[in-house]
T-cell receptor, first 116, second 112 residues
Framework: DTGVSQDPRHKITKRGQNVTFRCDPISEHNRLYWYRQTLGQGPEFLTYFQNEAQLEKSRLLSDRFSAERPKGSFSTLEIQRTEQGDSAMYLC??????????????FGSGTRLTVV | AQTVTQSQPEMSVQEAETVTLSCTYDTSESNYYLFWYKQPPSRQMILVIRQEAYKQQNATENRFSVNFQKAAKSFSLKISDSQLGDTAMYFCAFSGSNQFYFGTGTSLTVIP
């Protein structure tokens, strides 16, 4: 297991199109997170899963965004009817949370989305 | 609500010198974790150091150490013997009940 993988690394799409990103977490990790990061800013929380259950979703996330984590393994993030304001780096992270405490995230390299 | 504040958008340090990055946070939780993450240009974010709030002893990882002041809700990062590879964005992060809260980052440049 070489860490958190994200695909694709870069995506350029026309406004109005749908896009889907994939994240493969570290296999032992039970939590998976999606963040969005714009230039010069810190990561902004979008949503997270514990195993296959989506436990929290940011109020900033519009209805155009949906995420899934079937079977508690990989996750997908879909953006429908993309807008120019969706242009950002989309980061996936995974962690092992539980009785031994919080050990922090392992981040993927991100998917950079450009909406033209 | 939890907030994380990094008041230094940019900093620079001479190679081999020491630099301290500031972070303050606000929370009503009693049990939490604090982290510093490093994000080099165009590269992925990596964990630098982690502090458990219930431990009074400051965490250290080689050249990286923290000054954790729980009462003041302050969590600064000290980098000793700065190296060119330390040039990056540094994010302070708070982990509470369910998610992380990140600061806006400090861009550190190590000058040769």
């Amino acid at each position: 297991d070489t860490g958190v993988s994200q695909d694709p690394r870069h995506k350029i799409t026309k406004r109005g199109q749908n896009v889907t990103f994939r994240c493969d977490p570290i296999s032992e990790h039970n939590r998976l997170y999606w963040y969005r990061q714009t230039l010069g800013q810190g990561p902004e929380f979008l949503t997270y899963f514990q195993n296959e259950a989506q436990l929290e979703k940011s109020r900033l996330l519009s209805d155009r965004f949906s995420a899934e984590r079937p079977k508690g393994s990989f996750s997908t993030l879909e953006i429908q009817r993309t807008e120019q304001g969706d242009s950002a780096m989309y980061l996936c992270a995974s962690s092992l949370a539980g009785g031994q405490g919080d050990y922090g995230y392992t981040f993927g390299s991100g998917t950079r989305l450009t909406v033209v | 609500a939890q907030t994380v504040t990094q008041s230094q958008p940019e900093m620079s340090v001479q190679e081999a010198e020491t630099v301290t990055l500031s972070c303050t946070y606000d929370t009503s939780e009693s049990n939490y974790y604090l982290f510093w993450y490093k994000q080099p240009p165009s590269r992925q974010m990596i964990l630098v150091i982690r502090q458990e709030a219930y431990k009074q002893q400051n965490a250290t990882e080689n050249r990286f150490s923290v000054n954790f002041q729980k009462a003041a809700k302050s969590f600064s990062l000290k980098i000793s013997d700065s190296q060119l590879g330390d040039t990056a964005m540094y994010f302070c992060a708070f982990s509470g009940s369910n998610q992380f809260y990140f600061g806006t980052g400090t861009s550190l440049t190590v000058i040769p």
